[in-house]
């Protein structure tokens, strides 16, 4: 029996996590749901967007499942996740985009992994404002030796495990010379160590450039906090988009898997989600379960009915009339 702190979250969460959480029981695999809350949901109904129970749950259980949480932009609370990705040390971000047979894309040979280092950099929190006028303002960069060293090893493992061949270190150090160059200098250092994984380097600009032209040259990408934001985006725009982009957010001894996509207030309640990503990054959580063969289920599963294409979301098939629950019900049913 596996213990999981369960967060469905703001606006489509709760449909879309409903549907994961059946695919996963549907395997077999033995889970105690332990339900959570977090989000703008949980500050209007206590004043906190992360109340301690949900602390203490994640502090418990060390796995959570989480959908998307609403984070208001400029004023008000901070971003839950990187509240959680802070407390709980899941310094590695993982967001695998690979082309999806019975999707449109541009490309057909896109299978990129990027790994981003997920507490430090612009997103540690470090803000203020120089003047009391508040018209200037001020975001501190930190980037750490040891979390540069942890992220890399990381991603070099992650090759090694995961039978790829490169790993791309993307960075700033042409203008950013302390923060980006340590980044850059670690990732040198680090790179004879896995002599059988090619080591290449790219800067930020450039790498966004050549992964729109010619994403195929891309395997392994390692980088910094929001460049890796900005990046793993780019690469599931490659893909068909944010909701067929799982994430999961590894630390020594906890990690925290999600969709990546917003929660999409606009069309809630309307059975319009695309529950993809968030039964993609149960399938990720139940590998770092040691439930190898119930993750290769699930993914065989909704493999077979995105190729298909009769019962997927609109976002999927403009022609389709099936929605979230439907699409739910179609991967059970494709389970083997």
């Known amino acids: 029996m596996h213990n999981v702190t369960l967060i469905k979250g703001d606006g489509i969460g709760p449909s879309i996590m409903e549907e994961a959480v059946k695919v996963i029981d549907a395997t077999g695999v033995q889970i105690n749901w332990e339900e959570a809350e977090a989000g703008l949901g949980a500050y209007e109904k ?101 979390a540069s060293e942890k992220i890399i090893h990381y991603a070099f493992q992650y090759a090694v495990d995961n039978n790829r061949k490169k790993v791309t270190v993307c960075h700033k150090a042409n203008i950013l010379k302390f923060t980006q160059g340590l980044f850059l200098d670690v990732a040198r250092e680090i790179a004879p160590s896995y002599p059988a994984i090619e080591f290449d380097e790219k800067i930020i600009d450039a790498a966004c450039m050549h992964m729109v032209m010619n994403p195929a040259q891309f395997d392994v990408v390692v980088t910094t906090n929001m460049f890796g934001d900005i990046l793993s985006d780019l690469t599931a725009g490659l893909v068909g988009g944010l909701g067929l982009i799982p994430g999961a957010n590894i630390g020594v001894d906890a990690a925290l898997f999600e969709a990546v996509h917003g929660s999409a207030p606009d069309i809630t309640g309307k059975n319009l989600a695309n529950p993809t990503a968030v039964i993609m990054a149960g399938a990720m959580m139940l590998k770092h379960l040691g439930e190898d063969a119930a993750s290769e289920r699930v993914e065989r599963a909704v493999k077979k009915v995105v190729f298909e294409g009769t019962f997927v979301t609109p976002d999927l098939n403009p022609n389709s009339r099936a929605g979230t629950t439907e699409m739910g019900q179609a991967i059970r049913d494709a389970m083997v």
């Not at 990705?85 to 999806?100: D, E």
């Not at 990129?112 to 803000?127: A, D, F, H, S």
Request: glycine share 8%; aromatic share 10%; proline share 6%.
């Open 46 to 146: 206590y004043g906190t967007p992360i109340p301690d129970e949900t602390v203490a749950s994640f502090t418990r259980n060390r796995v959570a499942f989480k959908g998307p949480l609403t984070t208001l932009s400029g004023g008000g609370f901070r971003s839950i996740n990187v509240v959680l990705r802070q407390k709980f040390n899941l310094y590695a971000n993982v967001r695998p985009a690979r082309i999806w047979p019975g999707v449109n894309t541009r490309f057909e040979d896109v299978d990129i992994v990027v790994v981003r280092e997920n507490t430090q950099g612009l997103y540690c929190g470090l803000e203020h404002y120089l003047t009391p006028e508040k018209d200037i303002a001020e975001s501190l960069v930190v980037v750490t030796r040891e």
